[in-house]
């Protein structure tokens, strides 16, 4: 029997003027207002943030950001810093997504620098990690994800880690309509599990919140919800509805 909280975050990409977001934030709250024994997130972009907090603000949505830059302040021109991410609301923060670490050049070493920053700062990370389609085909998954998780949380002990929530996120399966198996990221998200309690400790690895992405829909929640080291889901395309995201959020009745 699982004792975490499951989390359903939405990672809004880049979609939706502020206008947009509200109305989609507006209606979601709608339709989830009552929801209980689940925290919900949805991350609009930047431009967003502001007006979707407004709109989300004494409801049962927290909000997130897609991502952020490693020091308060500076010359850092077209970036933003958790204190920024703060100020508007912001309570998670989304770091090392597969299309940052594939298109804007994203490295362990990075993500790290980022989680130490989120962390600093008081937002909730929600660190990815996953693997192409070539590495899983070349039986490298795990190794991977050892890696990624290792090299992600150096520098951090674990009493720093309580609020760390880790993502997988299978980089094949990322807007591709494939989705895996529940017993693969069941195997997964056990095998992130038994690296946590490794490097961690036995407290930390029963408590940290392992979540699932990769073309979560509201016909595949409910199976892998009962994956007993799945804790919910990061949420993409299927979280740009109100409808679609409000059904996933209610897997559980």
């Known amino acids: 029997m699982k004792n975490r909280t499951p989390l359903i975050a939405g990672n809004w990409k880049m979609y939706k003027t502020p206008p947009e977001a509200a109305e989609t934030a507006g209606q979601l709250v709608e339709s989830v207002g009552a929801v209980t024994g689940v925290d919900i997130m949805i991350a609009p972009t930047f431009t967003a943030l502001e007006s979707v907090a407004r709109v989300i603000k004494n409801s049962p949505v927290a909000l997130g950001a897609q991502n952020l830059y490693w020091e308060d302040e500076g010359a850092f021109t077209g970036e933003i810093s958790g204190p920024m991410l703060k100020s508007v609301g912001c309570q998670y923060c989304i770091i090392g997504h597969s299309e940052r670490r594939q298109s804007f050049g994203e490295t362990d070493e990075t993500v790290n620098k980022k989680i130490h920053a989120a962390i600093q700062t008081g937002l909730k990370p929600i660190f990815c990690v996953g693997e192409t389609e070539q590495e899983r085909e070349a039986k490298q998954t ?112």
Not at 155 to 162: A, H, K, T
Not at 217 to 240: C, H, Q, R
Request: glycine share 10%; proline share 3%; hydrophobic share 40%.
């Open 142 to 253: 795990l190794s991977v994800l050892d890696k990624q998780v290792k090299e992600g949380l150096k520098r951090l002990v674990s009493d720093q880690l309580d609020t760390l929530i880790i993502a997988y996120e299978p980089v094949w399966a990322i807007g591709t309509g494939k989705t895996a198996t529940d017993e693969q990221a069941q195997e997964v998200h056990q095998f992130i599990r038994s690296l946590i309690e490794k490097s961690f400790g036995n407290d930390l690895s029963k408590s940290i919140r392992i979540l699932y992405g990769g073309s979560v829909k509201p016909d595949n929640i409910s199976n892998l919800m009962a994956m007993p080291d799945i804790d919910g889901a990061l949420v993409g395309g299927a979280s740009l509805s109100a409808e679609s995201f409000g059904k996933i959020v209610k897997f559980n009745g």
